[in-house]
């Protein structure tokens, strides 16, 4: 989807600027990155407020007009109003169509409801991931990536290296996490095969620790008796 919005360039700059901005129904924003200078710009409320609506203007290459000359950029932070239904500030980065990019890229759950693990096996699905980073060059960038549940069963979980990606997107991992868990399907009071290997590895390694406190118990117990068997009766 191709998704172009209109913008001018502005010169006032400060929160009193922005404000009478606002008055005259406009959003004041900025556009920065690449080689060029960060451009102070001014949108439409009502047209960038239906755009925000729709999922692909957060996670798509945009079209910027500024003032008769398009550029390519992407939405990067959106500043809302706490309780009233305005956008206070928007700001979007200059996209070179030549260089890779990361950008958070929405999933989209399929045919959970005929998973064997939900249909024959009374499971639930959990969500644990509702995005994904992902890297490409701007014409790969997906919308979203569809991830199929139908062949999930209880007790199993999906992990990021079985997505389906489009050609030339790869995931990006944080902290060490080379393979997520995207979802997964419980019983009711059952455990996915991810918590079961966590819950198996707990148990094993707890278990040289209770024999070596069962050992000392035993022996102190062991120690009355003996003492009391070695006793002469009493006449």
């Not at 945009?62 to 990067?76: F, M, P, S, W």
């Not at 693990?117 to 639930?124: D, E, H, N, S």
């Amino acid at each position: 989807m191709k998704i172009e919005f209109n913008a001018t360039k502005r010169d006032g700059q400060g929160t009193g600027a922005s404000r009478r901005l606002r008055h005259t129904g406009n959003i004041p924003g900025i556009l920065y990155g690449n080689t060029a200078a960060p451009q102070s710009i001014s949108m439409d409320h009502n047209e960038m407020f239906q755009l925000l609506r729709k999922e692909a203007f957060h996670a798509s290459v945009l079209t910027i007009n500024l003032d008769g000359a398009k550029e390519l950029c992407l939405l990067r932070d959106v500043q809302r109003h706490p309780y009233r239904p305005v956008v206070l500030h928007l700001d979007f980065q200059r996209v070179d169509p030549t260089h890779m990019l990361h950008k958070k890229i929405p999933l989209h759950f399929i045919n959970g409801d005929i998973a064997p693990g939900v249909k024959a096996q009374g499971g639930l699905v959990s969500h644990v991931m509702n995005e994904v980073e992902v890297k490409c060059l701007p014409a790969d960038l997906p919308e979203f990536i569809t991830v199929d549940l139908k062949d999930m069963v209880a007790g199993h979980s999906l992990h990021t290296s079985e997505l389906v990606l489009p050609k030339g997107v790869e995931v990006v991992h944080h902290h060490g996490k080379t393979d997520a868990v995207v979802a997964s399907i419980t019983v009711k009071g059952g455990k996915s095969a991810d918590e079961e290997a966590a819950a198996a590895a707990a148990a094993t390694a707890a278990a040289p620790a209770a024999a070596g406190k069962a050992a000392p118990a035993a022996a102190g117990k062991a120690a009355p008796a003996a003492a009391a068997a070695k006793a002469p009766a009493k006449k």
